[in-house]
């Protein structure tokens, strides 16, 4: 059982902006990053999943940003899951500064909706239900 | 007075990821595209904003997301101002697929705060934030 | 028969980086947008080539920059064909900045080559290459 | 003394596309990692540079793609200095995938110069020339 992931990455020259800046888009990616890594946690690959014909989309998503990122910043993302049904997982965020000094920069939610491979609604496959309900 | 602009554009090819349908975070440079319009039908372009010292920070940020973009699809992005206040605007959007076949995509909603060129909290300039009340 | 083409849009606010110019990855991007259009213009959309199975990937690129890109800028993208091959096609581009002042900003080039659904290379579909030969 | 650096990290979601392989301005990003690793690694944080008032444009950029990289894909960028001059910079790269199954993705160099806070090309500050000099 998994609680929660850590993953941690440097704020890249290209997600700045000229406000010196991470550019406040690239936080949904990251929490994307988290997002992986807290499925591969689960032993189970997100590209995996794909080939079961089972694809995540993200229907909902929301960011509160408390305190900027710098280029170079050392970022650490935390995630864990908040809920889990049979078609949609919601997770949770907190986007944290490791480096140059420690600050929780943003809180973050997204939740995802199971779909096939035409983009429909679909119940996630059962054995993949079953990991995300064990790591809750 | 202007009560919403329209922005148009297509899905760019880098926009798109292997589920075949535009990247979730890109619907927030999306909006940030329509509200850059807005400012600058008020008759001030955002570059100006910025030159007065004011810098317009995204502190929170939603998007519910209803149908997804495709590569080359034409978008039209509505916005509109929902509050005004001294020190922070809060902007709505709507994000539609004008072609092929006509659907509204995602809406969504942002409060921006005021900077300075420290990153501290200020007040708008009083011109700036009287425009932006006759905008309203 | 088509020449080249001419394609207009204005920096996005998240193209810039802390420099305060437009990152130089994007160069390849906007190029990708002359490239779209000029096909587009052949009558031809690209997505109906990959519908065909044929999928054009960029096997060699360079961007020569000799002036920077602002936020908001007016961008004019002129593209033409220099090369048409069964297999292959180069693409040539001049960025040009139109507003506030012009300017040349970068030239650049791609060579494409045609490749199936499982990547490996194909020739061009014959009505497709013949739409290319008679654009040059 | 360095002759060069490793730098890896994963395929992000966001930076495939449609094709289901990485976007391909996005090596260009990735050259800029093995080059901010570079730079690290003299001992030297880019930001420290800038903050000299010192910033390094790319001038110039080519890239040879071989083979796609994939989602989730460990990418290894190597980075050396080519050529150092008193006002530019040139630099190499090989990006390779590491896992799931080695290869090299592709090839590519670019040329930095040199410029001031206001954008004119400047002399490198002696004390960062010497150590790019040494690096070589």
């Known amino acids: 059982m998994i609680r929660h992931t850590s993953s941690s990455f440097r704020v890249r020259y290209g997600e ?3 406000m ?3 550019y406040h888009p690239n936080y949904l990616a ?3 990053i ?7 946690r689960l032993g189970l690959p997100y590209a995996e999943i ?3 014909g089972c694809f995540l989309a993200v229907a909902d998503a929301a960011v509160r940003y408390a305190s900027p990122a710098r280029y170079d910043d050392l970022i ?3 995630t864990w899951l908040d809920s889990v049904k049979s078609r949609a997982l919601d997770f949770r965020y907190q986007v944290h500064r490791e ?3 420690p600050a929780l920069l943003a809180t973050a939610r997204t939740t995802l909706v199971a779909l096939d491979a035409h983009g429909r609604p679909r119940r996630l496959p059962e054995s993949i239900l079953n990991l995300f309900r064990e790591a809750m």
């Open 16 to 18: 700045t902006d000229q």
């Open 20 to 22: 010196g800046v991470a």
């Open 30 to 32: 990251w929490c994307e």
């Open 34 to 40: 988290g997002r992986t890594e807290y499925i591969r």
């Open 50 to 52: 794909e080939r079961q």
């Open 76 to 78: 650490r993302v935390e």
């Open 99 to 101: 480096e140059p000094s």
